[in-house]
């Protein structure tokens, strides 16, 4: 059984198994990843770290590209 | 701090390992650079790899002691010639080197359409990388499209993986899929690999000619309406994995100035670029999959440690796997249908928002960018810069630095004084 990570998104708690990425873990909760500059939600698209869709605040830091980041516990994770 | 080696590999792929491998093999201090967390590039990923995965990475792990792994690192700049300069968790990295090794891979391509730029509509191989890496797609309802034998494969992945594929759709027409068998008769390999994947997905609808028109839905994505021949109909499903086929990444070639040509970068017999020391392996010299990535990566690899003899030994096969590169650029080119699918509202560039409507006025890509922002948002224009040289026609000009988006910080700075060693 893969280790669990407990982790906050959107200000809720969720638990993930080790080796999740970020992208996956938001995508998991049926949340968007960012609002577009017209206002469009969006959510990942390539799933590798090249179209800048799966954008989300990770830690406070805004921009993370999160298809690219693995989900750690403790870790807060806002939609942008 | 400026780290130095005799071969820099950028990618940590297929091509990528095997370069790096074979040149460790002589001694040569060697380093991979690479973006992703782990090895193994687009195509390894996750823990159900295949056999020739796990010899490669047992192969590189045999001559660890020659060979660097840099992880999460993008290359961006050259500050000086002879230093590549990577962005890794905000910081940057100076890495010079005598022999420079591409080897960084493909994307998808994508296509806009009336509703592609809802959430759950994904790259079909960006759809398995994200089940690879975690989400759930049990239960749900899939529709895959586009092109490329990357559907089929997808489609099983995600079959097995608890997923209802409802439909896959080829935009490439029966006949070329026909054609396309036929010669793959003669390669046991492919033709178990194709047979196998048929098999798994036996029970899902396959349409060839047939493609997305638009997606539907208010904020999330609801339903996809497909097109073969005069015939629409609509499925409503969870997510539509959707991908045209593949485009090399070419745009650190190009800023190196390797010779480009048709859209792949030029290489020599021994995988040198048009730029002395520079080489190149794998799909940047043309889509072909990970055996002839692994082929020219042997070749790019033993050809920059000076073991020429060696790499010759590759020819034969690397002249029989191109064969089968040439093969798929010619199954699944474009219907040129496709380019009529975005309608004036439907948004080109995804970065910045610019619809159809704008950019169709626009003679050139580099006047479309300074007039409508397209393609100068953080994704640099590799999404719609691929989906605009299909639908207009435009090329992309000259790549210039940062080739990704990078902390201001790092642009600037000069890297220390090096003196380059002898270490052969």
Redesign the interface.
């Known amino acids: 059984m893969p280790e669990r990570i407990a982790l906050t998104i959107n200000g809720r708690q969720w638990e993930t198994s080790e080796g999740t990425t970020i992208a996956a873990a938001i995508m998991n909760t049926e949340a968007a990843c960012r609002t577009s500059v017209t206002g469009e939600e969006r959510g990942p698209l390539c799933g590798m770290g090249i179209c800048f869709e799966c954008r989300a605040i990770v830690n406070g830091v805004p921009h993370q590209r999160t298809c690219q980041m693995l989900c750690q516990d403790g870790m807060d994770v806002t939609t942008q | 701090m400026t780290q130095h080696f005799d071969i820099v590999v950028v990618g940590g792929g297929p091509a990528g390992m095997a370069a790096a491998a074979c040149a460790a093999e002589y001694g040569k201090p060697v380093v991979i650079v690479d973006?992703?967390?782990t090895l193994g590039g687009?195509i390894w990923r996750g823990k159900d790899i295949p056999a020739a995965a796990r010899k490669w990475q047992a192969r590189l792990d045999s001559v660890s002691a020659h060979v660097t792994r840099i992880h999460?690192a993008r290359v961006f700049s050259q500050p000086v010639p002879g230093v590549l300069r990577a962005e890794q968790n905000g910081r940057y990295l100076d890495i010079a080197y005598r022999k420079l090794i591409l080897a960084t891979g493909a994307?998808?391509r994508?296509l806009p359409f009336p509703g592609w730029?809802l959430?759950?509509?994904?790259?079909a191989?960006?759809?398995?990388?994200?089940?690879k890496?975690?989400?759930?797609v049990k239960g749900k309802h899939v529709v895959v499209a586009g092109s490329g034998p990357l559907l089929l494969a997808v489609a099983a992945y995600l079959q097995t993986h608890g997923a209802k594929v409802l439909a896959i759709c080829e935009q490439a027409q029966f006949s070329r899929l026909l054609k396309f068998v036929h010669s793959i008769v003669t390669d046991s390999g492919k033709l178990r690999q194709a047979l196998t994947y048929k098999m798994q997905t036996m029970s899902v609808p396959f349409y060839a000619g047939c493609y997305p028109v638009s997606a539907g839905g208010g904020?999330?994505f609801e339903s996809v309406t497909l097109r073969q021949g005069k015939r629409a109909w609509t499925i409503a499903c969870d997510y539509l994995a959707c991908g045209f086929h593949l485009v090399p990444n070419t745009e650190l070639a190009e800023f190196f100035g390797c010779r480009i040509s048709n859209g792949k970068v030029a290489v020599d017999k021994w995988q040198q670029t048009s730029i002395l020391d520079v080489y190149c392996a794998g799909e940047p010299t043309g889509i072909g999959g990970a055996e002839l990535a692994l082929v020219e990566g042997q070749i790019a690899g033993y050809a920059a440690a000076g073991q020429q003899d060696k790499a010759h030994s590759f020819f034969e096969e690397r002249a029989r796997r191109r064969k089968f590169a040439q093969l798929l650029e010619e199954t699944f080119a474009l219907d040129p249908a496709l380019a009529q699918l975005p309608q004036d509202e439907t948004?080109v560039c995804?970065?910045?928002?610019v619809p159809y409507s704008v950019l169709k006025h626009e003679p050139s890509w580099r006047a479309a960018k300074l007039h409508t922002r397209c393609g100068m948002?953080?994704?640099q224009g590799?999404?719609c810069g691929t989906a605009t040289e299909f639908i207009f026609g435009w090329t992309a000009g000259q790549v210039r630095p940062p080739i990704f988006?990078t902390p201001l910080s790092s642009l600037g700075a000069k890297p220390e004084l090096i003196e380059l060693q002898e270490t052969r």
């Open positions: 973006d992703n967390l687009q999460g994307r998808e994508f730029t959430p759950n509509v994904v790259g191989g960006g759809l398995q990388a994200l089940v890496s975690g989400l759930s904020k999330k948004l995804r970065c910045e928002d948002g953080p994704c590799r999404i988006p």
